[in-house]
């Protein structure tokens, strides 16, 4: 299996971006869909976002036209963009390719 490592997170004010990454231990070439969820305390992981080895994506509501999904096959690292950012977008945010699972990345959007 594949190992993945989350980063970016951190606390941002309302309004504010960041950036994720998930390096994986090898490339991703061969990995079809990748995929960015989140867990917020108390609540369930959900899917935020995926995008496919021919670069589809795909987003939840909540964050269509303010989070942006991509990836570089070569680097073997998947992105997660994220702009005006909100307090509900406050949770931990976890990279998954096939059955693999990173550690997570908390985001904390706060004043």
Do not use: H
Request: aromatic share 10%.
């Amino acid at each position: 299996q594949v190992q993945l490592v989350e980063s970016g997170g951190g606390l941002v004010q309302p309004g504010g971006s960041l950036k994720l990454s998930c390096a994986a231990s090898r490339s991703i070439f061969g990995i079809n869909v990748m995929y960015w969820y989140r867990q917020a305390p108390g609540k369930e992981r959900e899917l935020v976002a995926s995008i496919s080895s021919r670069y589809i994506t795909n987003y939840m509501d909540s964050v269509k036209g303010r989070f942006t999904i991509s990836r570089d096959n070569a680097k073997g690292t998947v992105y997660l963009q994220m702009n005006s950012l909100k307090p509900e977008d406050t949770a931990v945010y976890y990279c998954r390719a096939d059955a693999s699972w990173g550690q997570g990345t908390q985001v904390t959007v706060a004043s």
